[in-house]
T-cell receptor, first 112, second 115 residues
């Protein structure tokens, strides 16, 4: 089955620690996105990528980093510079030029 | 991007039609109306989208008014599994890059389907 997978489902971070969230898709989509969702709120864009080895900052990129070495993969690193990392993180992908985005199941990050 | 306005919550009886309204009075001519839903603690799920004609698929129907300033998502026979937050989004049809490339999710409408 084609789709987007995110792992892990839950992730715990200690103060000052970097953590990496995985996002993989086998839909052959060019574009991939990372969003953050806080309780009771909508989604906010962190980073997006339209093509391998290229990515752009979204609205709240500070304290995050990404890479796009393969078309299928778009990992997000939450660095120690992100002072309020506790949130639900969602990865999505789309065909370039098409607005319909398909989302993964999400990763919930909690700070210990 | 045009902003959308949705009621914060709605109830619907199981088996009945759920009609979810959305106002988008500042929509421009090339902007589509998209609907997504998010079941608790899951990723958003695409439902349907349209430009000006009414659309129907296996999940729902989308009715867009002639002036395109509002639309209604219709779930014809709501089930308990349709309980979710429903988001109405308007987006242009071409990729523009930058932060304009993302879907802007507001707070949506929390639909509760009751037995």
């Amino acid at each position: 089955d084609g789709g987007i997978t995110q792992s892990p489902k839950y992730l715990f971070r200690k103060e000052g620690q970097n953590v990496t969230l995985s996002c993989e898709q086998n839909l052959n989509h060019d574009a991939m996105y990372w969003y953050r969702q806080d309780p009771g709120q909508g989604l906010r864009l962190i980073y997006y990528s339209q093509i391998v080895n290229d990515f752009q900052k979204g609205d709240i990129a500070e304290g995050y980093s990404v890479s796009r070495e393969k078309k299928e993969s778009f990992p997000l690193t939450v660095t120690s510079a992100q002072k309020n990392p506790t949130a639900f993180y969602l990865c999505a992908s789309s065909i370039l030029g098409k607005e319909t985005q398909y989302f993964g199941p999400g990763t919930r990050l909690l700070v210990l | 991007d045009a902003k959308t306005t949705q009621p914060p919550s709605m109830d619907c009886a199981e088996g009945r039609a759920a009609n979810l309204p959305c106002n988008h009075s500042t929509i421009s001519g090339n902007e589509y109306v998209y609907w997504y839903r998010q079941i608790h603690s899951q990723g958003p799920q695409y439902i349907i989208h349209g430009l000006k004609n009414n659309e129907t698929n296996e999940m729902a129907s989308l009715i867009i008014t002639e002036d395109r300033k509002s639309s209604t998502l219709i779930l014809p026979h709501a089930t308990l599994r349709d309980t979710a937050v429903y988001y109405c989004i308007v987006r242009g049809s071409s990729w523009r890059g930058g932060s304009q490339g993302n879907l802007i999710f507001g707070k949506g409408t929390k639909l509760s389907v009751k037995p």
